[in-house]
Structures are given as C-alpha cells and as structure tokens.
C-alpha cells in the first residue's frame, strides 16, 4: 500500500517557466513532509523539508505548499532552469523513516 | 569531507547466487539505513543501524536479506540466494543524528543496481 501518492511521473517545462509536482498521503502521524532531488549517478538529496503546522516553504526558488486538511502538498519551482532537470521524490518521516513517493521526471527544456 | 560510499556500483549476478553490497557511511555518522528500489516503484525503508545494532529491521523483505554492521563502521547487506524480483537499486543513507528530517538528515550514497538474471 503506498502511503505517498505523487503526480505526475513525468514533467516537461519551458525554462523560465513554473514546475508543479504534486503528492497526498494518508497517515496522519507524519512529522515532516521532505522533498529530495536526485539527478542521474547520484543519491537523492534533501532539497527543502516543511512541518505539518506550516502551510509554505520558501527557500530560493522552491516553494513547499501545504494542505494539511486535504492531506496533499506540492513543490513548485519557479523560473525553472535546465539545471534543475532532475527526479524529484516528496516524502513523509516518521520515527526516522523516510516514506518517498514514486518520484517524477522533470526536464526542463532550454 | 567524503560523502556515503557504496560498493559496487553495478552488479549482475544469476537467479541462487549471492550478492553482497557494501556502504561506508559519512565518518561519525552513528546511524546507518539502507533503502531499496524496484523499478517503476518508490525507494522503500529496510532498515536503520544505530552503531552496530539494529534499530529497526521492519523493512526487510524476508530472510533471504542479511545486514550487518559490525563495529559500528561499514555496513553489508548479503542476498542469498538472490531471487529475480531482488533486482533494483539499494541505497545506503547515513546520518549524525536521530529525529527530524532536517536535524537528523540522511545522506545518500549513489546506489547499488543490481540486477538478477
């Protein structure tokens, strides 16, 4: 059962243009809600990370929204770049777990 | 400062045989986790070490799978015998502390792909 939803599988985007993924879960015990972004070779690696009591996250370009409600958040990146052209996982932690989505394929065109 | 190790990057070995992966963790990082994903699946939990023991083993898929980390240093995980749905990319992740995600952040090595024919 996969308790991390994330859509969708595979994003193309105009540079300069926005990048929306989007993710839902369903426990409610989650401590933090993490995204990670891995690019090819490599691990993935913790890009930006929010609490369940926040709404949004800024740093730099990246931005976490948070619907604890609705139980869905998104990371949205903004002026995209070729660079940024990577696989992005959102996650859930709990007791020092991290529960990742299925991750999405984002390249961002020149 | 060098970042998780692991060794070897790629390996193909048949359905029975064993396999056995290696991962340096960051120095002094007490905490240990490997990870695991199957293709066209998200990377999932098998277990955390806390120094030699461990922590939580909750993740392991059955017993053909064998962690060790002993002295509190490296980490092994043996296959055996290796089965075709073992095949994947296992992923090793280290960390200074315990707790939240940003406190206790996990570092990732580059992953294992291993394949079984």
């Known amino acids: 059962q996969q308790q991390v939803k994330q859509s969708p599988q595979s994003l193309i985007v105009q540079k300069g243009g926005i990048s929306i993924i989007n993710c839902a879960y369903e426990?409610?015990?989650?401590?933090?809600f993490p995204w990670y972004q891995q690019f090819p070779g490599k691990g993935p690696a913790l890009l930006i990370a929010?609490?369940?009591?926040?709404s949004e996250k800024k740093e730099g370009r990246f931005t976490i929204s948070f619907n604890k409600s609705a139980k869905q958040f998104s990371l949205h990146i903004m002026d995209s770049q070729p660079g940024d052209s990577a696989t992005y996982f959102c996650?859930?932690?709990?007791?020092?777990?991290?529960?990742f989505g299925k991750g999405t394929r984002l390249h961002i065109l020149p | 400062e060098a970042g998780v190790t692991q060794f070897p990057s790629h390996s193909v070995i048949e359905k029975g045989q064993t396999v056995t992966l290696r991962c340096d963790p960051i120095s002094g990082h007490d905490n240990l986790y490997w990870y695991r994903r199957v293709m066209g699946k998200e990377i999932k939990f098998l277990l955390h070490?806390?120094?030699?023991?461990?922590?939580?083993e909750s993740g392991m898929p059955n017993n053909r799978f064998l962690a060790e980390r002993t002295g509190g240093t490296y980490s092994t995980l043996k296959v055996q015998p290796a089965e075709l749905e073992d095949s994947g990319v296992y992923f090793c992740?280290?960390?200074?502390?315990?707790?939240?995600?940003?406190?206790?952040?996990?570092?990732f090595g580059p992953g294992t792909r291993l394949t079984v024919l």
């Open positions: 992740a280290s960390s200074l502390y315990r707790g939240t995600v940003v406190r206790g952040e996990q570092f």
């Open positions: 070490f806390v120094k030699e023991s461990k922590q939580d």
């Open positions: 929010i609490r369940p009591d926040v």
């Open positions: 426990n409610t015990a989650f401590d933090y």
């Open positions: 996650a859930a932690h709990r007791d020092d777990k991290i529960i």
